[in-house]
């Protein structure tokens, strides 16, 4: 029987009650007693001098309050990037500063320069465009391709960086003449060139954020739509504004999605609360949806060159990849970590390859930022894996299922040290792609691809072995990494008088249920009813720390958190049991939300014992301090590793080259599972993003640098008609080895195993269909490109 | 500016509007009416479903007069009269159609539009009908069973393994 509450059982979410009946409470559903508007000036031009900023008329427009250029801010310091790379002859990366406001120069389409505030909403916008008509701008040439990028020093993104290169990466460097050495020796060697195309996250909710300032106290507030209130208040506090982090308070109520792109922090957040300091007023801004393609960080963006040495038999011998990976005009908060060491390091995949070596050329370009977006890295080295592991079998004539079979780690093996520096604690690879197989019916795919041939359509299956790395992060590894700050997370449960208990996590739920999910682990442990547990996040002002929820890392680092100050709590309920029931601490025992003298029949509740740690009359405070309330950081000793298979099978029809994917299964190894409603809806919702990913979106700048798809109307977005039902597994468990919930992590793995299972699926219909001249068709695989290269 | 009045959620409302206010904007701003989300600017994402005269429009497509007089239902107005959830929102509910909740209302209204229109409708109709709502977050797939589910239809076997 399935469990019907606590640790497994799939409770429906609490959440879902507000949002249902539209009382949920977004950034931009607040309205603020003598509130005004910001409007951003953003430029029309990828790259071009700023030679004057228009203000004097748009100064004197009706409404308006107060312009801002980039020369007010050009004091304050930079939105930094929180990881320092290394190139691989040991310089520093280049960091060019990124201002609140651009100034001096403008570096993409979007990129805000000036800031209107204005009564209303209407007259903020006619005042933003005067600007944007009397400023003069003088165009210099667009940089966006990131090969012409590096081979043109003269023209550059930032004056002082001459070839525009933010830096050259090697992972390992100590690997590069031996993995040379293998590929030159190797019996096979399959090569691929491929683009992981550039993807615009498209959270529902565009970016909003309301800046307060209250003059008696000197206190500023931040509403905004972030997935880290915390880190967002320490870079504002740390680097960008300097406003004391206890006179900051950042919330980030409802959020409708983020997906990484509202990790960051982002220049209209410190525009609103300087002009909320000036104006001493509410100001207000969120972005239209063409603000959001033109200013949110964007996604992936690789181009990659892999090749796979190998026995004549499959057996991998070496991987080598040498990838241009585009940042943007302005390195965003996590955007040198995502191509090196969220990439790089999973780049042996979940194959005991002997030896890898990994470059990354990181270029700037006058585009939006790119940064991490679902999956962040990993979904790049998947897909350049998982394409070459294809390609390598049918160059050779083997089963692509065998080929994987035969490299992947066994479970035996664990813990796996890679040869990218990664030590797996746990998995078993062979059973999820023994399950995927099951699922999939593959004995009987031959008629269905006879089927699918008899109305006319090509029919293939695609497979992907993936592995990730999530929880991201143990602090001493990623500080050895370059990051700048420890990752680790934080929690507060405290109990109140009458028994009910509020949970504050470091955690941010915007779409994946911590409400909910959080509060079955705490009854759990606590034997109480889930409805007695509250969860608050997304304020600073109630929440001890923490760094948020990316990296698919709530529950695996922000959750440990609160399950640790949880056993806290436990442990001092053990105390106060003790002297109330007169009995030594060590026989007190825990079970079923009573605490009671082992061996006896004395016994008090949990609730009993939440009252008397608060009216106490005769605690021996000497040893006893009165309160029941535990906090609790935690630090994990590794990151975790999800892994799974996805098998996709498509239909496509060879006259338009269309592709319908008829199949999606998935197997996957998440550890432990705490709600298995949960995982499955967001093992769906990464798949369709990398369906997405794999047959619609694409993120095209012209060669001056305009973003052509800038809309919904241009850019393809899965919609309901363009997926399946998928089917999702999840009983591989494997229970991560080194925290105390065994959990993984789901949030990321379906958007990383699943661009490859499609484009291989696309190959193999193509195969099997006569058009063996196909090897390989970059994402999106548009029908456009499907028909080319049939016909090509 | 112009006053308009029409009947929202069985309540009868008016203000006064630009011609230019969207209806999207009289909901959310005049009204207070926030769970209609705005999700986009050119009329592509659905977040602002609501129901005209018993049809589904984009509330942000018409303007608030071509409302003046109609008869309008926003997600506020769909629960049961107890304020229990109604059919389809409890659908949502127990099959975990919603994560982030943004495109939800839109979702819901649409749905309701379907079912009203097409008490029974197959996978690949409920999937063709919300084209014009799009979500990021649900791969569509608790979604579209929700729906199948809301309409009586029994969708245990949907994706089992």
Same mark, same amino acid.
């Given at each position: 029987?399935?469990?019907d509450?606590g640790?497994?059982?799939?409770?429906?979410?609490?959440?879902?009650?507000?949002?249902?009946?539209?009382?949920?409470?977004?950034?931009?559903?607040?309205?603020?007693?003598?509130?005004?508007?910001?409007?951003?000036?953003?430029s029309?031009?990828?790259?071009?001098?700023?030679?004057a900023?228009g203000?004097?008329?748009?100064?004197?427009?009706?409404?308006?309050?107060?312009?801002?250029?980039?020369?007010?801010?050009?004091?304050?310091?930079?939105?930094?990037?929180?990881?320092?790379?290394?190139?691989?002859?040991?310089?520093p990366?280049?960091?060019?500063?990124?201002?609140?406001?651009?100034?001096?120069?403008?570096?993409?389409?979007?990129?805000?320069?000036?800031?209107?505030?204005?009564?209303?909403?209407?007259?903020?916008?006619?005042?933003?465009?005067a600007?944007?008509?009397?400023?003069?701008?003088?165009?210099?040439?667009?940089?966006v391709?990131?090969?012409?990028?590096?081979?043109?020093?003269?023209?550059?993104?930032?004056?002082e960086?001459?070839?525009?290169?933010?830096?050259?990466?090697?992972w390992?460097?100590?690997?590069?003449?031996?993995?040379?050495?293998?590929?030159?020796?190797?019996?096979?060697?399959?090569?691929?060139?491929?683009?992981?195309?550039?993807?615009?996250?498209n959270?529902?909710?565009?970016?909003?954020?309301?800046?307060?300032?209250?003059?008696?106290?000197?206190?500023?507030?931040?509403?905004?739509?972030?997935?880290?209130?915390?880190?967002?208040?320490?870079?504002?506090?740390?680097?960008?504004?300097?406003?004391?982090?206890?006179?900051?308070?950042?919330?980030?109520?409802d959020?409708?999605?983020g997906?990484?792109s509202?990790?960051?922090?982002?220049?209209?957040?410190?525009?609103?609360?300087?002009?909320?300091?000036?104006?001493?007023?509410?100001?207000?801004?969120?972005?239209e949806?063409?603000?959001?393609?033109?200013?949110?960080?964007?996604?992936?963006?690789?181009?990659?060159?892999?090749?796979?040495?190998?026995?004549?038999?499959g057996?991998?011998i070496?991987?080598?990849?040498e990838?241009?990976?585009?940042?943007?005009?302005?390195l965003?908060?996590?955007?040198?970590?995502?191509?090196?060491?969220?990439?790089?390091?999973l780049?042996?995949?979940?194959?005991?390859?002997?030896?890898?070596?990994?470059?990354?050329?990181?270029?700037?370009?006058n585009?939006a930022?790119?940064?991490?977006?679902?999956?962040?890295?990993?979904?790049?080295?998947?897909?350049?894996?998982e394409?070459?592991?294809?390609?390598?079998?049918?160059?050779?004539?083997?089963?692509?299922?065998?080929?994987?079979?035969?490299?992947?780690?066994?479970?035996d093996?664990?813990?796996?040290?890679?040869?990218?520096?990664?030590?797996?604690?746990?998995?078993?690879?062979?059973?999820?792609?023994?399950?995927?197989?099951?699922?999939?019916?593959?004995?009987?795919?031959?008629?269905?691809?006879?089927?699918?041939?008899?109305?006319?359509?090509?029919?293939?299956?695609?497979?992907?072995?993936?592995?990730?790395?999530?929880?991201?992060?143990?602090?001493?590894?990623?500080?050895?990494?370059?990051?700048?700050?420890?990752?680790?997370?934080?929690?507060?449960?405290?109990?109140?008088?009458?028994?009910?208990?509020?949970?504050?996590?470091?955690?941010?739920?915007?779409?994946?249920g911590?409400?909910?999910?959080f509060?079955?682990?705490?009854?759990?442990?606590?034997?109480?009813?889930?409805?007695?547990?509250?969860?608050?996040?997304?304020?600073?002002?109630?929440?001890?720390?923490?760094m948020?929820?990316?990296?698919?890392r709530?529950?695996a680092?922000?959750?440990?958190?609160?399950?640790?100050?949880?056993?806290?709590?436990?442990?001092?309920?053990?105390?106060?049991?003790?002297?109330?029931?007169?009995?030594?601490?060590?026989?007190?025992?825990?079970?079923?939300?009573?605490?009671?003298?082992?061996?006896?029949?004395?016994?008090?509740?949990?609730?009993?014992?939440?009252?008397?740690?608060?009216?106490?009359h005769?605690?021996?405070?000497?040893?006893?301090?009165?309160?029941?309330?535990?906090?609790?950081?935690?630090?994990?000793?590794?990151?975790?590793?999800?892994?799974?298979?996805?098998?996709?099978?498509?239909?496509?029809?060879?006259?338009?080259?269309?592709?319908?994917?008829?199949?999606?299964?998935?197997?996957?190894?998440?550890?432990?599972?705490?709600?298995?409603?949960?995982?499955?809806?967001?093992?769906?919702?990464?798949?369709?993003?990398?369906?997405?990913?794999?047959?619609?979106?694409?993120?095209?700048?012209d060669?001056?640098?305009?973003?052509?798809?800038?809309?919904?109307?241009?850019?393809?977005?899965?919609?309901?008609?363009?997926?399946?039902?998928?089917?999702?597994?999840?009983?591989?468990?494997?229970?991560?080895?080194?925290?105390?919930?065994?959990?993984?992590?789901?949030?990321?793995?379906g958007?990383?195993?699943?661009?490859?299972?499609?484009?291989?699926?696309?190959?193999?219909?193509?195969?099997?269909?006569?058009?063996?001249?196909?090897?390989?068709?970059?994402?999106?695989?548009?029908?456009?490109?499907?028909?080319?290269?049939?016909?090509? | 500016?112009?006053?308009?009045?029409?009947?929202?959620?069985?309540?009868?409302?008016?203000?006064?509007?630009e011609?230019?206010?969207?209806?999207?904007?009289?909901?959310?701003?005049?009204?207070?009416?926030?769970?209609?989300?705005?999700?986009c600017?050119?009329?592509?994402? %659905? *977040?602002c479903?609501?129901?005209?005269? @018993?049809? =589904?429009?984009?509330?942000? &497509?018409?303007? #608030?007069?071509?409302? +003046? %007089? *109609?008869?309008v239902?926003?997600?506020? @107005?769909? =629960?049961?009269?107890?304020? &229990?959830?109604? #059919?389809?929102?409890? +659908?949502?509910?127990?099959?975990?159609?919603?994560?982030?909740?943004?495109?939800?209302?839109?979702?819901?209204?649409?749905?309701?539009?379907?079912?009203?229109?097409?008490?029974?409708?197959?996978?690949?109709?409920?999937?063709?009908?919300?084209?014009?709502?799009?979500?990021?977050?649900?791969?569509?797939?608790?979604?579209?069973?929700?729906?199948?589910?809301?309409?009586?239809?029994?969708?245990?076997?949907?994706?089992?393994?």
């Amino acid at each position: 029987m399935p469990k019907d509450h606590g640790i497994g059982a799939s409770s429906k979410r609490r959440e879902d009650v507000r949002f249902l009946t539209g009382k949920g409470v977004y950034t931009d559903d607040l309205a603020l007693h003598g509130e005004v508007h910001a409007v951003m000036v953003r430029s029309t031009v990828a790259h071009g001098s700023i030679k004057a900023v228009g203000t004097a008329r748009a100064a004197g427009m009706p409404g308006v309050l107060a312009v801002f250029t980039g020369e007010d801010f050009a004091a304050v310091g930079g939105n930094p990037a929180g990881w320092l790379i290394n190139s691989r002859d040991g310089t520093p990366m280049r960091e060019p500063k990124r201002p609140v406001l651009a100034h001096g120069k403008v570096r993409h389409v979007g990129d805000a320069y000036a800031a209107v505030v204005a009564e209303t909403y209407e007259q903020a916008r006619d005042a933003a465009q005067a600007v944007s008509d009397d400023s003069e701008i003088t165009e210099l040439p667009a940089i966006v391709d990131m090969a012409a990028a590096v081979a043109n020093p003269g023209n550059r993104v930032h004056d002082e960086i001459p070839d525009n290169l933010c830096f050259d990466w090697g992972w390992i460097e100590d690997n590069r003449a031996a993995v040379d050495a293998a590929i030159k020796a190797a019996p096979h060697v399959t090569t691929l060139e491929l683009v992981n195309n550039r993807l615009v996250p498209n959270a529902m909710e565009p970016r909003a954020s309301i800046g307060e300032y209250f003059p008696g106290t000197g206190d500023y507030k931040l509403t905004t739509t972030s997935q880290n209130p915390h880190l967002t208040r320490l870079l504002i506090a740390a680097f960008v504004m300097g406003i004391p982090e206890n006179k900051l308070q950042v919330v980030a109520p409802d959020v409708g999605g983020g997906f990484g792109s509202k990790i960051y922090h982002y220049g209209e957040e410190a525009v609103v609360l300087a002009a909320a300091k000036k104006l001493a007023r509410p100001v207000r801004w969120t972005a239209e949806r063409s603000e959001s393609f033109l200013s949110d960080a964007h996604g992936r963006d690789h181009v990659t060159k892999i090749e796979l040495a190998c026995e004549k038999d499959g057996t991998f011998i070496a991987f080598r990849t040498e990838t241009l990976a585009n940042v943007g005009a302005y390195l965003s908060n996590f955007s040198t970590a995502t191509p090196t060491f969220l990439h790089g390091t999973l780049m042996a995949g979940p194959y005991k390859v002997p030896n890898v070596y990994v470059n990354v050329k990181t270029v700037f370009t006058n585009t939006a930022p790119v940064d991490a977006y679902r999956g962040a890295g990993r979904p790049e080295a998947t897909f350049s894996l998982e394409r070459v592991v294809d390609k390598m079998c049918r160059e050779l004539g083997l089963d692509p299922f065998e080929v994987r079979r035969k490299n992947l780690i066994t479970k035996d093996m664990f813990p796996y040290t890679t040869p990218v520096g990664l030590a797996y604690d746990t998995g078993d690879y062979q059973a999820t792609l023994d399950k995927a197989i099951a699922m999939a019916d593959v004995a009987g795919f031959e008629a269905r691809r006879a089927a699918s041939a008899a109305k006319g359509k090509l029919r293939g299956m695609g497979l992907s072995t993936w592995i990730e790395a999530c929880g991201i992060a143990p602090s001493h590894l990623v500080g050895v990494l370059g990051s700048r700050v420890g990752l680790y997370d934080a929690a507060t449960v405290r109990v109140n008088a009458t028994g009910s208990i509020s949970v504050m996590t470091g955690a941010h739920s915007h779409g994946q249920g911590h409400e909910t999910v959080f509060a079955q682990i705490v009854a759990d442990k606590l034997g109480i009813p889930e409805s007695s547990v509250e969860i608050v996040h997304g304020d600073t002002a109630k929440i001890p720390f923490g760094m948020g929820s990316y990296g698919s890392r709530s529950l695996a680092v922000c959750g440990v958190a609160m399950a640790k100050a949880v056993d806290k709590i436990i442990a001092k309920g053990k105390k106060i049991a003790a002297h109330m029931l007169e009995a030594a601490e060590g026989d007190i025992t825990f079970e079923d939300g009573k605490f009671a003298v082992a061996g006896t029949d004395k016994a008090k509740t949990f609730g009993e014992i939440a009252f008397s740690a608060y009216v106490p009359h005769n605690y021996p405070l000497e040893t006893l301090e009165p309160g029941l309330e535990e906090t609790s950081f935690y630090d994990p000793a590794n990151f975790t590793y999800p892994a799974g298979a996805y098998l996709c099978e498509v239909e496509v029809d060879a006259e338009t080259g269309k592709v319908d994917i008829a199949a999606f299964r998935c197997a996957d190894d998440f550890g432990n599972i705490m709600n298995p409603m949960i995982v499955e809806g967001q093992v769906h919702g990464g798949v369709g993003q990398g369906i997405g990913q794999a047959l619609l979106e694409n993120t095209h700048y012209d060669e001056n640098g305009q973003l052509l798809t800038g809309s919904f109307m241009d850019y393809a977005m899965p919609r309901a008609d363009d997926v399946p039902f998928y089917n999702v597994d999840y009983s591989c468990q494997t229970p991560c080895t080194h925290n105390p919930l065994g959990v993984k992590g789901c949030g990321e793995a379906g958007a990383i195993g699943s661009p490859p299972a499609v484009v291989n699926a696309v190959i193999d219909a193509l195969h099997r269909g006569g058009h063996s001249h196909v090897t390989h068709i970059d994402m999106p695989v548009s029908p456009s490109r499907v028909w080319s290269a049939i016909n090509g | 500016m112009t006053k308009v009045s029409m009947t929202v959620n069985g309540k009868p409302v008016s203000g006064v509007v630009e011609g230019r206010t969207l209806l999207s904007a009289f909901l959310r701003e005049g009204l207070g009416l926030t769970g209609t989300h705005i999700g986009c600017d050119t009329s592509q994402c %659905g *977040a602002c479903v609501v129901h005209v005269d @018993g049809r =589904a429009v984009k509330s942000c &497509s018409i303007f #608030a007069q071509e409302a +003046a %007089g *109609a008869t309008v239902t926003t997600i506020e @107005g769909m =629960a049961n009269a107890d304020g &229990s959830l109604g #059919a389809i929102q409890q +659908a949502f509910q127990d099959h975990h159609g919603l994560q982030c909740g943004f495109c939800t209302p839109g979702m819901v209204m649409s749905s309701a539009a379907l079912l009203a229109e097409n008490p029974k409708p197959s996978e690949a109709e409920v999937r063709h009908y919300l084209e014009g709502n799009i979500c990021r977050c649900t791969g569509y797939h608790n979604i579209v069973k929700a729906v199948m589910a809301a309409s009586g239809q029994d969708v245990s076997a949907v994706a089992a393994e």
